[in-house]
């Protein structure tokens, strides 16, 4: 792998769990909890899948960035070139090139779960259908966090630049949150039409039996 591939690679990797974080943020606001779910409750027929589809989609760009083929792109594969070839990583020695991939190594079991639920529900390859792989939000949220810290780490290794996570995760928390925020306005103001409707019925109904 040359410098320019490997630069590549990362880039490739860091944008897809940048917008599988992005679904991540925009599913969090959508997710059917408390108040939020007498929100949505009128429009379910849209949100539900709108709302798995997030999920798959968020699961998947994650899963994908672990995948061990060595032929694909993954966060293992760019570490095993910069091992394999120290002038891809010349901002960085050896053993911080070893510490990187021993915080991968860290995760691995919950990259390994994540594989596993993404093969259950996207690709259907569950050998044991009745047992299914959970990870919970705090885990899946330091998994995240650590893949974006080990990119980071690798593309400053190379040539001292990192990624920029904030803009697509910002937008997709800000514009759901303003749908949502509109969505609920305007039902809002359609219950008050409906029970004003019904109120001025109910008087013209009133007097026409005085």
Known sequence: MDDAEFKRQINAISQGISQSEGSYAAWREIKPIDERRKRLNRWRGFFIPVQESLRQTTLLGIARAYDGDGRTMSVRNLIKAAVADPA?????????????????????????????????????????????????TEEFDHVLS????????????HDQSIFDWRMIVEDAERDTKLLVDELTIGAKEHSRKILSDSQQTLRDIQGESE
Request: glycine share 2%; aromatic share 0%; charged share 35%.
């Open 88 to 136: 891809l990583t010349p901002h960085a020695n050896a053993k911080q090139i070893q510490e990187v991939e021993a915080r991968l190594d860290k995760i691995e079991p919950e990259l390994k779960k994540l594989a596993r639920m993404r093969n259950q529900e996207l690709a259907h390859q569950d050998a044991a259908p009745n047992r299914k792989e959970v990870l919970t």
């Open 146 to 157: 650590e893949l974006k810290g080990i990119l980071n780490d690798l593309s400053r290794a």
